[in-house]
């Protein structure tokens, strides 16, 4: 089974500060015989590692200096469902709150933490092309690890 993964997730350093989000168990996944395939619809979309962080404004993806990336954003999104179809994933882990990959929850657009129902821009169009989505902290839960 081919399934999409937050880069960050696999210890790729593509966060907004270049850091990573790496979750060592995703590694007993490969031993299974799973096929990872990393992505970060941010990077994908145009936008530079490290970055100023962006949260989702009423529909639009604002970075912390007030500039409107949401172009980016879907570009990236749109970039990461062309690989899920070229490889067939019918699942993706994505990172929490994220912007682009959160689902479910994400960052209310003030920058101060504060976390409301909604999903990112990649998690969102994944979804929305029958593509399941599950976040780090379901991993192990989901795969049984």
Not at 72 to 93: D, H
Request: charged share 25%.
């Amino acid at each position: 089974m081919n399934i999409l993964v937050s880069a960050c997730l696999l210890g790729i350093k593509c966060r907004y500060d270049g850091r990573d989000n790496e979750v060592c168990h995703l590694n007993k996944l490969i031993s299974k015989g799973y096929n990872l395939i990393p992505i970060c619809p941010e990077q994908l979309g145009g936008l530079s590692t490290p970055r100023e962080p962006s949260e989702i404004v009423e529909g639009k993806v604002i970075n912390k200096c007030g500039k409107d990336v949401t172009n980016e954003f879907i570009k990236g999104a749109e970039e990461a469902l062309k690989l899920a179809k070229l490889y067939n994933a019918e699942l993706a882990i994505l990172k929490e709150r994220s912007p682009s990959c959160g689902f479910g929850k994400v960052y209310d657009g003030t920058f101060n933490k504060v976390l409301i129902n909604g999903n990112g821009i990649c998690a969102d169009l994944l979804f929305n092309n029958n593509i399941k989505i599950i976040g780090e902290y379901k991993i192990k839960e989901y795969f049984e690890l």
